[in-house]
């Protein structure tokens, strides 16, 4: 009996941005960066460390924490976490951002890779990374 092959799911979201590739590679790899795109308001906090290695703390009011750490980065470029924490959905999970700019016009694509199958949080995290991808474009474009 030939037994079925289990294959990872993957979120994938492409977005085009009206800002220099330099700028969202900011707002991908810093603290500061993210901070404009998980506003505090919106009940997101980030602390931690940049960096190669370094480990991010993403906390989302008291409903949901992550730590992601930086496994990859390639300045201006790419840029990839790893989920070391959180959500046991996402834990062992990469994130990776690719970031392709011809002066201020320039495309980043996620993809968020290791997904053990497309439960309801699947469902439910591809619906929220179209929103950030938003808000990533939107904090691009606003001077």
């Not at 201006?76 to 959180?86: D, H, I, N, P």
């Not at 996620?110 to 199958?117: C, D, F, Y």
């Given at each position: 009996m030939r037994q079925k092959r289990r294959t990872m799911a993957l979120i994938y979201e492409r977005i085009q941005v009206n800002a220099t590739?330099?700028?969202?590679?900011?707002?991908?790899?810093?603290?500061?960066?993210?901070?404009n795109w998980l506003p505090k308001s919106a009940g997101w906090?980030?602390?931690g460390d940049e960096g190669l290695d370094g480990v991010l703390n993403v906390q989302h009011g008291t409903e949901?924490?992550?730590?992601?750490?930086?496994i990859d980065l390639s300045p201006?470029?790419?840029?990839?976490?790893?989920?070391?924490?959180?959500n046991p959905e996402w834990i062992g999970t990469t994130i990776?951002?690719?970031?392709?700019?011809?002066g201020k016009n320039s495309s980043v694509k996620?993809?968020?890779?290791?997904?053990?199958?497309k439960s309801e949080s699947y469902h439910h995290y591809t619906q929220r990374w179209k929103i950030h991808m938003l808000n990533i474009k939107t904090a691009a474009e606003t001077p």
């Open positions: 590739a330099k700028t969202i590679y900011h707002l991908l790899s810093t603290i500061s960066g993210i901070q906090k980030i602390t949901a924490r992550y730590e992601l750490q930086f201006v470029e790419s840029l990839e976490w790893l989920c070391v924490a959180g990776e951002f690719l970031i392709v700019g011809r996620l993809t968020h890779r290791g997904w053990a199958g």
